[in-house]
C-alpha cells in the first residue's frame, strides 16, 4: 500500500490506472483505486468499500455459523442413530445372531456423529472464521490506504495508520 501511495504521489492519480490493472488477483483493492482514478470522491469511496466489507463479513458469518450449528447437530443424529440400532436390537432379542449387527449400528452412529463434529465440522468453522477474519482485516487495511491515496496524503501517514491497525508483531517499518 505504501508503494503504491508513493507512485501515486510522485507519478499522479492517471498511474493508479495501470497499478489498477495488475491487481485482479486482489479485487477489493482493484476496485478501491479504480474507484479513485475515476475521481469518486474519498467519503464515497469508503461507504461504498464499507458496504462491500460489511456485506462479505455477514455472508461469510452465515457460513461459519452453518458450519457451527452442524457440528452441534452432528451428535444428536448419532445418538438418533444409537436409538435406532437399539431398537432393532431389542426388537430381535429372540434371535442373538441379530444382537451383534444392531450394536455395532449403535455404536457406529455415535461415534461417526462426535468424528463429524469435533474432527471435521468445528475446524473447518474455526479456519473459515479465521480466514474471513484475515480477509477483514486486509479490507479494512486496503481501505484505509486507497482513502489515503484518494485524499493525496503523504505514505508516511500512511504507514502510521496502517501500523495502528495491525498489531505489534505485524507492524512494518518502511520509512526508518
Known amino acids: 500500500m505504501i508503494q503504491i501511495a508513493e507512485r501515486a504521489r510522485s507519478e499522479g492519480m492517471l498511474a493508479m490506472a495501470g497499478v489498477a490493472n495488475g491487481l485482479s488477483h486482489e479485487p477489493f483493492l482493484q476496485k478501491g483505486l479504480n474507484l479513485t482514478v475515476d475521481g469518486t470522491k474519498p467519503d464515497d469511496i469508503e461507504k461504498i468499500l464499507q458496504k462491500e466489507i460489511n456485506y462479505t463479513q455477514s455472508i461469510q458469518s452465515k457460513s461459519v455459523d452453518l458450519l457451527r450449528r452442524s457440528a452441534e447437530v452432528a451428535p444428536a443424529m448419532g445418538l438418533i442413530g444409537t436409538l435406532i440400532g437399539l431398537v432393532q436390537m431389542l426388537g430381535n432379542l429372540n434371535d442373538p445372531s441379530t444382537i451383534g ?24 468453522a474455526s479456519k473459515a472464521e479465521r480466514n474471513y477474519n484475515n480477509e477483514s482485516v486486509m479490507n479494512s487495511l486496503y481501505m484505509v490506504g486507497v482513502l ?10 500512511l504507514e502510521i495508520q496502517l501500523n495502528a491497525m495491525l498489531p505489534q508483531y505485524q507492524r512494518i517499518t518502511y520509512y526508518d
Open 101 to 124: 449387527p444392531a450394536m455395532q449400528v449403535a455404536l457406529l452412529t455415535t461415534f461417526y456423529g462426535a468424528v463429524l463434529a469435533h474432527m471435521i465440522l468445528l475446524p473447518l
Open 148 to 157: 489515503s491515496i484518494g485524499r493525496e496524503e503523504n505514505p508516511r501517514r
